[in-house]
């Protein structure tokens, strides 16, 4: 019983350090592929956590940009810092190594969306928006006639989000 604490005391703590190490807000869905990739908690015990780790005030569901983002709060950073040597080193190291190489891509989700909701019965709305340090680059939504061409847009803007965005701008620039 007292190893199951332990554990979960660890595993909590693990979840903030993620949190603090990233240094920007995520989705929830980002901090699960982390833990996920790294084979740290299982899905159903991770859910548990965040939602335990948010009833206590440690990590924060913030709105940003209409999204829900996961950080970690200061109640929870000074947790963290009083209770930080209960990490293994090596999950430090892991989440570390997989933070470098990964960042990027994090960002790049965090600065790009795609979605689409369903307008009314015959078609979809799409709404791609690119962002960079909080500020809109561009906030596209259409109209389209089908679930299909909603998720194939969806995946191109994600794919090739900077070559649409400068395609775009320069149709609307030039004379």
């Not at 005391?9 to 996920?36: D, F, R």
């Not at 965040?50 to 940009?65: C, K, Q």
Request: proline share 1%; net charge positive.
């Amino acid at each position: 019983m007292f190893d199951d604490t332990l554990e979960l005391a660890e595993n909590k703590l693990l979840l903030m350090y993620i949190l603090k190490q990233i240094k920007l807000p995520i989705s929830k869905n980002q901090l699960t592929e982390i833990v996920l990739k790294n084979n740290l908690i299982n899905y159903f015990t991770l859910q548990e956590y965040i939602s335990a780790l948010i009833a206590a005030n440690f990590i924060s569901y913030n709105d940003i940009n209409g999204k829900h983002r996961l950080n970690i709060t200061s109640k929870g950073d000074k947790i963290l810092s009083m209770f930080s040597n209960r990490l293994s080193d090596a999950k430090k190291e892991l989440i570390d190594s997989y933070l470098k190489s990964n960042i990027l891509n994090i960002k790049k989700e965090i600065s790009l969306t795609a979605d689409y909701t369903l307008a009314n019965n015959d078609s979809f709305t799409v709404n791609l928006k690119a962002t960079e340090n909080d500020i809109t680059l561009i906030d596209l939504k259409l109209n389209v006639v089908s679930n299909k061409q909603a998720k194939d847009l969806c995946v191109k803007w994600k794919n090739n989000s900077s070559e649409l965005y400068t395609k775009i701008m320069k149709v609307l620039i030039e004379d």
